[in-house]
Structures are given as structure tokens and as C-alpha cells.
């Protein structure tokens, strides 16, 4: 039996809701308007970070990767990360990864993929590096290239938590030729809503750990970074797929980027 703790918001929970999904619960939606409130763009931002992952996972596909770790994988929203994998490589092998006791409640609709592919989910925290490499080694050959995502993960894992060790310490079981894949909410272009959010969420239980690019920049430390480098999400490749409603509306706060290992 899968507990789920419905009186306080969870960040997969709004997330759910602000891209129209059903997963979530009224606590969720009530701190989502909160959020709302404070910049009306936010369900926007959802689906702008939402599309950066699918033209990321499209980009690496097309680049021959057919191993994909997706930490934080959140609640399920097709297309999934598989979905857009698999439609370029069938045989494409996908782990999702996340702690959350909604997602594991909803996991079974990740795993309907291709019967060439495999995809599979664990059920782990990001700050447990071990677990998830040992579950992931019974699905993913890690001696050969792995996509890691971790899409709108890294703004929830604060400095003393061990962010930038804790993605250092994944990359290195990961051999050359493997990708870090990363988007990451920002204060940069709206700090006082960005201040009023963090506070909003922080009374409410949910530590949010906004950085700036230069900052998002050091998780790509040592790595190859792809074209055109750490930049807003909808400017990341932007002919990979279809602009989102909306998007347009100012800078959206946030960032992305892809990188090699070399």
C-alpha cells in the first residue's frame, strides 16, 4: 500500500497540475494558485521545461544514445521520456528514477513501451547515488553511454545536500560518450517573485534552491557542453519541436543544457 501524504504540496503534484493532469490533490492546487499569484506564467514554464526534455531526448537519440537515466521523473504526462526515445530507437533502454509515493502509485504507466526497448522504474531517492546505480545496472550497461536527466530536479536539492557532489559522484559511474541533460528554475530575470515563491513554498514544507547561470553552469563542470550551451529552455534547439503557447510572454526563468562526457 502506497502512502501518500495529502496534506501538505508536493512538488510533482503541482507540477502535475499546472500541466492539466489529475494526479494531484486540492493542498497541491491551492499552493499552485499561490504560486500563480505571484507569476501567472508558471504553467507555462511547466510545459517550456516539459518540451526542453522532449527536444533533449529527441537530440540524443539522434545521436545514438539508447540508454536513458531519468531521475526525478515526476509524475507520468505523455509523452513520457521513453515515448520520444523509442520513437527514433526502438531498442532504447529507459530507467526512471524518483522517491516520490505518487509517482510510484502511477508507475506502471511508464513502463508501456516498445517490445525491442526496456523501460523500468526505481524507486529511490537522488541523494541515495548507490541505489540508483544498482538498480539502474540491472537495466542499463554502464559501460556504455547513458543519457542522465535530471530535468527540474536540481532547484529542490539544496548546497548543503550535496547537489554538485551528488551529480559528480553519478557522472563519474558513467563511462565517456554518456550526457548530462539538466534544466533549473532561475532568480535571474524575476527575483522578487522568485524571493516571494521560495518563502511561500519553504512555510509550506518545499525547500526550493533557485541559482543563477553561472551557478546551473557548474553542474557542467569538466563536460563537453552542446551547443548552444547553458541557455533559457525554449531557446535550447528550438526546431526540435513545436513552440509552446505562451512562451513568448517575456523570458521564461529557467535554463537548460546538454553535455558530453568526455
Not at 24 to 48: S, W
Not at 55 to 63: G, H, I, K, P, V
Request: glycine share 8%.
Amino acid at each position: 500500500m502506497v502512502e501518500i501524504d495529502t496534506g501538505r504540496p508536493h512538488p510533482a503534484r503541482m507540477y502535475d497540475w499546472y500541466l492539466g493532469g489529475t494526479h494531484n490533490y486540492p493542498v497541491d492546487e491551492a499552493m499552485g494558485r499561490q504560486m500563480l499569484a505571484l507569476d501567472p506564467r508558471v504553467p507555462v514554464m511547466a510545459r517550456v521545461n516539459r518540451a526542453f526534455m522532449h527536444r533533449s531526448t529527441n537530440w540524443l537519440a539522434q545521436q545514438g544514445i539508447r540508454q536513458f537515466l531519468d531521475i526525478g521523473s515526476g509524475i507520468p504526462t505523455e509523452p513520457n521520456l521513453h515515448q520520444i526515445a523509442q520513437r527514433i530507437a526502438p531498442d532504447a533502454r529507459v530507467v526512471y528514477c524518483d522517491h516520490d509515493p505518487t509517482v510510484l502509485a502511477h508507475a506502471a504507466d511508464l513502463l508501456r513501451g516498445t517490445d525491442e526497448g526496456v523501460t523500468e522504474y526505481l524507486q529511490a531517492d537522488f541523494r541515495d547515488t548507490d541505489a540508483i546505480v544498482k538498480g539502474a545496472r540491472k537495466v542499463l550497461d554502464l559501460d556504455r553511454p547513458v543519457a542522465l536527466s535530471l530535468v527540474a530536479l536540481l532547484h529542490f536539492v539544496p548546497d548543503e545536500d550535496g547537489a554538485y557532489e551528488l551529480v559528480e559522484r553519478l557522472l563519474t559511474r558513467l563511462p565517456t560518450g554518456s550526457y548530462l541533460v539538466a534544466s533549473h528554475a532561475t532568480a535571474d530575470f524575476t527575483p522578487e517573485e522568485s524571493k516571494a515563491a521560495t518563502e511561500k513554498l519553504k512555510a509550506a514544507g518545499v525547500t526550493l534552491a533557485l541559482r543563477s547561470r553561472e551557478e546551473f553552469a557548474r553542474f557542467f563542470d569538466g563536460l563537453e557542453l552542446v551547443e548552444p550551451g547553458v541557455e533559457v529552455p525554449q531557446l535550447w534547439h528550438p526546431e526540435l519541436g513545436e513552440p509552446v503557447p505562451g512562451q513568448d510572454d517575456g523570458v521564461i526563468p529557467g535554463y537548460g543544457a546538454v553535455a558530453r562526457k568526455p
